[in-house]
């Protein structure tokens, strides 16, 4: 249970009921793929090679961040001398090694959620602070590519989560309103960047420690992206 029952099963927001759905973005870490886990892991073996420990609030706060906000994050926590540069790119090479080793961890629901919006015409995409090449290997490895018209990487675009950037040049590429726009998110950096951006989200808590405040945000929540079908289902009916 990932402390979802502090919330309503489903927590509506009557007046974005109504919003048309154009798009869907979605975060790929911890919402398309079971990749959090992974990340994790590889950090603290870097660091510890290193002689550093990563604390566990450390690498909760840096989910679904930018490298920049990543970066800011572990020097205030670790200390200024800390070789985020390097570790940082030998994380990532270790990630894709091991990435390119075994298969990708698909998260339940996910075949459904893009089949539910390409039988409506709802064009979807990735917007994820990893590297565009990470993206590209996952979706290519998992089979999903074809069903996403763009991806958007954080490597792009200024600011990243908590930052609305990365959903709105989405928005813009599109030429969507936000707010018919919809986001799939896992993060409470992720929430954040969707509520300030004005895009409705649903929240499919995976191992991120989501605070209450802000998961009242998401339009919904819910266990597994099969039960978010469930909830858009039940939209239309209304």
Partial sequence: NHGSGLYNKYTIKKERRCGVRKLFIFDMDGTLFDTEPISAQIWKEVAK?????????????????????????????????FPFESLCAEKIRRQNEWYNAHPVPVKPGVKEILNHAKRRGIPCAVA????????????????????????Q???????????????????????????????????????????????????????????????????????SLIEAVQCLREEEIQ
Wanted: proline share 5%.
């Fill in 49 to 81: 090679e290193k002689g550093y420990t990563i604390p566990e609030g450390v690498l909760q706060g840096v989910i679904g961040m930018s490298y920049a906000g990543g970066k800011e994050v572990f020097l205030q926590e670790i200390g200024e001398d």
């Fill in 128 to 151: 994820s602070s990893s590297p565009l090449i990470q993206i590209e290997i996952l979706l290519n490895k998992t089979g999903l590519r074809e069903y996403f018209s763009y991806l």
């Fill in 153 to 223: 990487s954080g490597e792009t675009v200024k600011r990243g989560k908590p930052y609305p950037d990365i959903f709105l040049a989405v928005c813009r590429h599109f030429d969507v309103k936000p707010q018919d726009a919809l986001v799939f998110e896992d993060s409470e950096n992720g929430l954040k960047a969707a509520e300030t951006g004005g895009i409705p989200a649903i929240l499919v808590p995976d191992l991120a420690v989501i605070g209450e405040s802000v998961a009242y945000k998401a339009l919904y929540i819910c266990d």
